[in-house]
Each structure stands twice: as structure tokens, then as C-alpha cells.
């Protein structure tokens, strides 16, 4: 039998981020010599994946498509059939040259020179929802400020209409539910397709196309300047995007718009909370806001992790992946490797912005699209907090989301001080 | 001329500014090999990143009692950039007995010795090395020349005195050093003779009307700069010879070279913004240090390179720079290979000319 290293913690179970991230399990992982082998009991005695905990390991992994596949499996860490795949694939299952040929379709959209026209939506949003739960006297951070706002930029850019963004924020919670053991109805929003076959195993995966497919005839017949329409009449070498191609677009990035930058503004409070002085100093010093941003997306890191499959034999940090082997980069762990970052443990609004952090990924073509939009939206809302000389305090420990993917907070009750 | 490697071993090693040092190189058997003024020496060097040895060209920049010497300038780090790699195993590593393996004379540029025309050598910076060799050789023939020379300031001004006290010995020696910010301590006439940069005026000053041989090294927008003054003074091409320290780019005459922008009208002196260049679009702009870098640039002109990571860990934004230099704002994973930039990091050095 082979000698792989273990890690007391298991990896693969969501029960193991009920607290947030697992700090001495990475802790553990990044001393470990080598790569760490995570069983997976439920697949086989001999299924499994490899953890990758050190941030410089993760950079080889995350810049080397060709060897770190995001296309043979799927990015996350269960394995899927192939023609599951296929039926849900968007650039973040493809490698080059397919990704950069989708990729390229929405990088203009992305741009500073375009994005920097939300700030002022951002900032009328914040206020709006701040104000309201300042005369509540507080309540839930998560459900009133933290999943609204995002949601609302990331459906104007798509151009969702503002009466759907419920909709679209209960369809995403369902998607991320679904990276969870619990179990969901498989019929939910009128699906019949069997789940295996639908993206996050989730019912709610094919709402959103059905939605995505009404609104993208709807811009087709009448197009508008937004991402929807673009991506429906856009040519890409002479054709349009496939029915297929252009649902999978819209879920990525209704989900990767929503869910992450959310997560983010949840755990933003969250640290104003833990660490009221490091936010006093920004108040102070908004010359602070960005490094501000950059540390609370390090310590949060959203995204706990993205998987890659070993397209070859080969050797990672001493150890001998095999080809076909699962390869897992924990951003989370990176994000605390000490021999990157000095105090790695500690949050620091000061921190340098380099060394860069992996919360946007390790780097590489697939770095997050909307890192730019993420960073202006928690920026502009970080801004109207201070700006309104509001301090918070959280009335109960945070309930973290169901799952090992993203790091969630379900729900994060808080007053405001002043 | 030697193509084997030799081993030398370090017999001096002279501080000549804050950042430039010299070494005296004496081979360990044998004598000297025979240099023309201008030329390098290959080093191969053991101190590259990954314990592979790196190779290294430095000019020499005289013959010291039997030995070559090299005057090294430490390129230093900059925000998240290492320092050079040579240049800090030179400084930090090597000593007086140390030993090193180096290879030649080498090199195109080189003093014309059969030339009757007095000779101009025009440095920037470190570009001095080769210069200096060349006015030792011209001082030890008694030929005419005038040595001009431009660099920041008296810190850092290397074999200033080395100049001056051949000047007093040589009365066909005119020499003229241009500080662009001199310090406190520096005084004109005794240190430095004009300030700010070298200008045509300052040229026609120092040389009256005359058929010259004219050599010059140094960084790519000193180069730059000198070859548009000496075109435009009506001066020949092949009077100019020229040796870039850094990526080297032909020097070519603004006005008549079909490929490359008109020029355009600018404020001289220090505070003038570079000029960026995009070839394929067709758009000359003033850059604009308020913008974070090259690719977000581009991206206000209504341009649209291609990009992913905007943080120099994928290539998607590499970019051909066809004129000028750039220079990045921290070290990238892999800076490309084929001498394209990386545009999401990287800022202009000068005027520059970008294949967008």
C-alpha cells in the first residue's frame, strides 16, 4: 500500500468549516512534506484528492493548465460523468484555447474604465439598505445587506430585470445548497432532468437556465446595452454561443457575481466587529480602504478552494501526482502560509497589497473576472459605513453555510453602535 | 579575443560611487588578453536562482597594472522586484581573492583607432564603462577628445576624479558632466558643469563646427534622446556608433523612418510625461501617472488587449514594445521570453511605443 500522508481533518466534509476555516487543519496541511492525500470513502477504498495547502504550491497548480486540468473532471471535488460535464461546462471547466475564447467574450465588460460606473449605484444601495436596518435597530446583515447588494449589480450588468433578483438570489442559495450533503427536492422549479446532470447537482441549476433561456429571447428580439444581450448576439469565429454555452454563462456568473462578493460583505461585519480598532484606523485613514479590501477578501477568502485533475505523472512539492489524479488548491490555507505573509493570523488593514493574496484565485488565466467589481463593491460599501460613523456589533456566533466550497455566513445578526 | 573561459581572480575591488564599484580581474595564469576599448567580458557567474549559472556581459573599463578592470553598477530592487542578480553577486559576494570564470574581449562597439576625427564620447550612467576605456586609450595616444557625461547627481557619479585628473595630464581632454538633480554638496564648475539634461545647445557649445566621431551608451531613453539632438544637428549616421545597456532597440531617425510616429510637439526638461505610442491603433498620448499601469491605459483609449489576471501571473496581456522601455511595477511570476511586456504591471520608461 502506498504511503500517502494524511491530515487528521477531513477535507472533503462540510462539518469540518462549520466554524469558518478549518485554521489548524491548514496549519497541519502546509506542514505536511509533500501534498497530503484526502480519502474519499464514499467513491472507493482508493478514491481520493490531493490537498494542496502552500501558497507557492497552489501558484504551480493554478498557472499550469496544460498539467492542472480544469477541463478532464470538474472543478469541484466530486467527480461528475463526462457528459454531465459537457451539459454544464462554462470557461471555468474549460483550459485554453476554449476558455480564452469565451473569456475574451466578457473581459470588456469587466474593465475598470466600465466597472467604475457602479460605484455610484453601489453607494446609493448601501445607504439605502444601511439606513433602513439602522432604523430597524438593527437585524439580519447577511439577508439585508450583505445578499442584496451584489445580486442587484451583478443582474443590472446581465440585465435582469429588478423585480427577478429575488428570484435570482433564491435560485443561487438552492446552487450552493447544493454543494452540501443535504439532500434537496430533485423537482424543485419544475426540473425532470435527472440531477447527476445538472450543475451543482442542484434542481435550482435548471431554473436558472429556464430563466436564462426566456430572458436571452426576450434580449435577442430587442437588444439592450448588457452582458445578456451581448452574449446572445455576440459571434464568437463566425457563430453564436449554443443554447447551452450561453445558459452555463449566465449561471456562472449569476453565481460567481453573487454568492462570493457576498460572502465577503458577511464576513466585512463580521471583522468590524472582531476587530472594531483596525477599522477605527481606517476611518481615520481612508487611504486605507483598498489594502482594507484586500485583507478582509484574504482572511475571508470566499472560495475556499477549486480543484484541478493531473492531466500527466507528476511531481508537485516531493510528491508523485499521477495522471488522473484529483488536485485540490485550498486558497483558504494559502491565504495564512506563513512563509508568505508575516503574522499570517492576524488582520491587518495595513497589510501590504503585495505579496497578492490567492482570494482571487492562484493565480493565472482563470483569475476571478469580477476581482475588480468585488473590490469596488466592498470598498463603496465599506466607505458608507464609515462614512455614516457606524460600528457593529454581532448578537450571536455566525452560522456558517453547509458546505466546503464556499465560506459562507448563513445569517449574521447585528446591531449597529455609534 | 578568447572564446574559452578563463579564470580570473579579484586582485581590487574600488568603490567609485554609492552604487557603482570596480574590480581588477588578473588571470590566474597568463597575461591580460589583449581589449579594444568598448569591448566586454562574458562572466558566467554561479549565482543564478535556481543554482543554475547565469551568464553576465560587462564592459571593461581600462587596464590597471596588468589587470581588466569592470565597473558594475548594482541595479537595485525596486517594490517588488529582486536586484540584479549579477551586479549584487559582484557587490555583496565577491571580494578581493575570490576567483571567476569570464570570457573574451567581446564586442561590435569599439574606439575606432584608425579614425583622424576628434572624438566625442557621450555616457549615461553606468554607460560610462566602455567610455572610460576609450579615453584612456585616446589620452595615451594624445588624440583629441571631450568626454560628456550625464547622470543624476554626485552620489552617484563614478570616476568623476578619475576624469578630472586625466584632464589635467591630457590637454587635448575637454570633459563635461551634466547632473540632472545635483545635491547640496555638489558645486558647479568643481563637480558638475550643466544641469537638468544634455541639450543640443549644451552640445554646440562644447563642440564647434567639426567632423567627429561620436560614440554613445548608455540607457535606452538617454540613447534615444542624444541620437534625436545629434540628427538633429545635422550629424551623419555612420558617426555614430552606440551601445545600449539594457533591451536594445536600433536607434532610428524620427523624421525619416516610415514606421514609427510623427513626432509630436512636448515640453522639454524634467517634467514632461512620457509619450506612448500605440502602432496598430494609431493613437499617440501623453501617459498619465495617475493611472495604475500600461494595460488600464490602453483601456481608457478606447483600446481592448487582452488580459486575465492583471497581476503578472498569466501572459494574456503580453505586449510587444517596439521603441523605448518599460519598466514593472513588481517582479512578475515569468517575464516573457520573446522580450514582449507585460502590460498589466508594467509602466512606462520614457517614451514608448506599444504593438497595440
Known amino acids: ?418 | 579575443m578568447s572564446e574559452k573561459f578563463m579564470t580570473y581572480r579579484i586582485t581590487a575591488k574600488t568603490v567609485e560611487s554609492s552604487m557603482i564599484t570596480s574590480f581588477l580581474l588578473t588571470p590566474k595564469t597568463g597575461p591580460a588578453p589583449d581589449f579594444h576599448p568598448g569591448e566586454y567580458l562574458i562572466f558566467e557567474l554561479p549565482c543564478g536562482l535556481d543554482g543554475t549559472p547565469i551568464r553576465r556581459e560587462y564592459s571593461i573599463s581600462g587596464l590597471v597594472d596588468g589587470a581588466l578592470r569592470v565597473t558594475i553598477k548594482r541595479e537595485p530592487a525596486a517594490a517588488g522586484h529582486a536586484p540584479g542578480l549579477g551586479s549584487a553577486y559582484f557587490h555583496d559576494d565577491l571580494g578581493v581573492g575570490a576567483t571567476l570564470r569570464a570570457a573574451g574581449p567581446f564586442g561590435q562597439f569599439q574606439l575606432d583607432r584608425a579614425s583622424p576625427r576628434h572624438v566625442v564620447l557621450l555616457s549615461g550612467g553606468v554607460g560610462l564603462t566602455p567610455m572610460v576605456a576609450m579615453a584612456h586609450d585616446l589620452a595615451a595616444k594624445g588624440k583629441p577628445f571631450t568626454f560628456i557625461h550625464a547622470c543624476e547627481d554626485g552620489a552617484v557619479h563614478a570616476m568623476g576624479d578619475e576624469m578630472r585628473a586625466l584632464v589635467k595630464t591630457h590637454k587635448a581632454m575637454t570633459t563635461h558632466f551634466c547632473y540632472r538633480l545635483p545635491r547640496h554638496e555638489d558645486k558647479p564648475g568643481r563637480d558638475y558643469d550643466s544641469t537638468g539634461f544634455l541639450t543640443a545647445g549644451t552640445l554646440q557649445n562644447l563642440l564647434p563646427l567639426a567632423d567627429y566621431d561620436f560614440y554613445l551608451c548608455g540607457p535606452g531613453p538617454f540613447m534615444q534622446a542624444l541620437y534625436d539632438i545629434l540628427q538633429g544637428l545635422g550629424v551623419r549616421d555612420d558617426r555614430i556608433r552606440y551601445e545600449f545597456f539594457g533591451p536594445a532597440t536600433l536607434l532610428r531617425p524620427r523624421t525619416t523612418a516610415p514606421n514609427l510616429p510623427p513626432p509630436t510637439l512636448r515640453a522639454e526638461g524634467e517634467n514632461a510625461a512620457p509619450m506612448v505610442h500605440f502602432t496598430k491603433s494609431g493613437l499617440s498620448v501623453e501617459w498619465d501617472p495617475a493611472v495604475a499601469n500600461l494595460l488600464e491605459f490602453a483601456e481608457e483609449q478606447g483600446l481592448m488587449p487582452d488580459y486575465s489576471c492583471r497581476a503578472g501571473t498569466c501572459e494574456s496581456c503580453k505586449t510587444r514594445v517596439t521603441a523605448g522601455e518599460t519598466e514593472y511595477l513588481f517582479q512578475p511570476f515569468e517575464i516573457p521570453s520573446d522580450g514582449s511586456v507585460l502590460i498589466c504591471c508594467s509602466v512606462p520608461k520614457g517614451d514608448v511605443t506599444l504593438d497595440l
Open chain 1, 1 to 418: 500500500m502506498l504511503d500517502k500522508p494524511q491530515i487528521d481533518a477531513d477535507l472533503s466534509d462540510p462539518g469540518t468549516f462549520d466554524h469558518g476555516i478549518p485554521q489548524a487543519a491548514f496549519a497541519q496541511l502546509r506542514a505536511t512534506k509533500g501534498l497530503a492525500w484526502n480519502p474519499l470513502k464514499d467513491e472507493g477504498p482508493e478514491a481520493g484528492f490531493w490537498s494542496v495547502g502552500r501558497f507557492d504550491d497552489i501558484v504551480k497548480v493554478s498557472r499550469d493548465t496544460e498539467t492542472f486540468s480544469s477541463a478532464v473532471g470538474h472543478i469541484q471535488i466530486y467527480n461528475i460523468d463526462d457528459d454531465a460535464l459537457s451539459a454544464r461546462a462554462s470557461m471555468i471547466d474549460m483550459d485554453p484555447p476554449e476558455h480564452t475564447r469565451l473569456r475574451r467574450l466578457v473581459n470588456p465588460g469587466f474593465i475598470p474604465k466600465n466597472i467604475r460606473d457602479y460605484a455610484p449605484v453601489v453607494k446609493a444601495r448601501a445607504g439605502a439598505l444601511l439606513g433602513k436596518m439602522q432604523a430597524e435597530g438593527g437585524g439580519d446583515w447577511v439577508a439585508g445587506v450583505a445578499k442584496p447588494i451584489p445580486i442587484g449589480i451583478i443582474c443590472d450588468m446581465l440585465g435582469v430585470p429588478t423585480e427577478d433578483h429575488n428570484l435570482m438570489i433564491e435560485m443561487t442559495d438552492y446552487l450552493v445548497a447544493g454543494t452540501s450533503a443535504a439532500p434537496l427536492d430533485p423537482t424543485a422549479y419544475g426540473n425532470t432532468t435527472p440531477l447527476r446532470l445538472l450543475p451543482f447537482n442542484s434542481p435550482a441549476a435548471h431554473g436558472l437556465r429556464e430563466y436564462a433561456r426566456r430572458l436571452g429571447a426576450i434580449r435577442r428580439a430587442d437588444p439592450r446595452d448588457d452582458l445578456v444581450s451581448k452574449l446572445v448576439t455576440l459571434e464568437v469565429d463566425g457563430e453564436r454561443l449554443t443554447d447551452e454555452e450561453y445558459t452555463n454563462f449566465f449561471r456562472l456568473l449569476i453565481f460567481a457575481g453573487n454568492e462570493t462578493t457576498r460572502t465577503a460583505m458577511s464576513h466585512l461585519a463580521l471583522l468590524m466587529a472582531q476587530h472594531p480598532d483596525q477599522f477605527e484606523r481606517v476611518r481615520k485613514d481612508r487611504s486605507l480602504l483598498t489594502t482594507a479590501v484586500e485583507e478582509i477578501v484574504r482572511y475571508s477568502t470566499p472560495i475556499l478552494y477549486f480543484r484541478r485533475t493531473a492531466t500527466r505523472d507528476v511531481d508537485l512539492s516531493g510528491t508523485m501526482v499521477r495522471r488522473g489524479d484529483r488536485v485540490v488548491m485550498w486558497y483558504a490555507s494559502g491565504n495564512f502560509d506563513e512563509t508568505r505573509f508575516d503574522n499570517a493570523q492576524s488582520f491587518d488593514v495595513a497589510r501590504p497589497a503585495l505579496p497578492f493574496h490567492a482570494g482571487f484565485g492562484g493565480g493565472g488565466v482563470h483569475t476571478c473576472l469580477g476581482a475588480g467589481l468585488a473590490r469596488l463593491e466592498l470598498a463603496v460599501l465599506l466607505e458608507e459605513i464609515l462614512d455614516r460613523g457606524l460600528t457593529i456589533k454581532i448578537l450571536d456566533k455566525p452560522e456558517f453555510v453547509n458546505t466546503n466550497f464556499v465560506n459562507g455566513i448563513e445569517k449574521l445578526d447585528i446591531t449597529f453602535g455609534q
